[in-house]
């Protein structure tokens, strides 16, 4: 059995916003991927680490007064938004793949 899924803050902190927003990114293609795919539980574990992440990530921007930190919780609210949406419009899901792809690439480009 696998041990439980934690942030580790510390190590969370150091890392650039593109790096946690790239992060992000993969917990939230593999939740979409996975209602696509109609895998329940894959897609509720995705969901919740995407979560954690965005919840560590904006604790990190509000720590240091980034006015980032807004736009955090609006990519957060958009993306609960469109994984409970009971509709499943794909072009909400591939827009906000879009968006978050564009800070892994930064991320990688950085490197």
């Known amino acids: 059995m696998n041990a439980p899924y934690a942030v580790d803050q510390e190590r969370w902190s150091k ?3 593109f790096d946690q927003m790239g992060n992000i990114y993969s917990e939230v293609g593999r939740s979409f991927n996975a209602r696509r795919h ?14 954690d ?3 560590a990530t904006i604790s990190v921007l509000i720590a240091s007064k980034s006015p980032r930190s807004k736009e955090v919780l609006r990519a957060k609210e958009a993306y609960l938004t469109a994984i409970y949406d009971q509709t ?7 827009g906000l793949e ?6 892994a690439l930064a991320a990688r480009l950085n490197k």
């Open 88 to 94: 499943g419009q794909a072009e909400d899901d591939l």
């Open 15 to 17: 890392m650039t916003i």
């Open 38 to 51: 109609h895998n329940d539980a894959d897609c509720r574990q995705a969901i919740g680490r995407a979560t």
């Open 53 to 55: 992440l965005f919840d």
């Open 98 to 103: 879009r968006y978050f792809m564009q800070y």
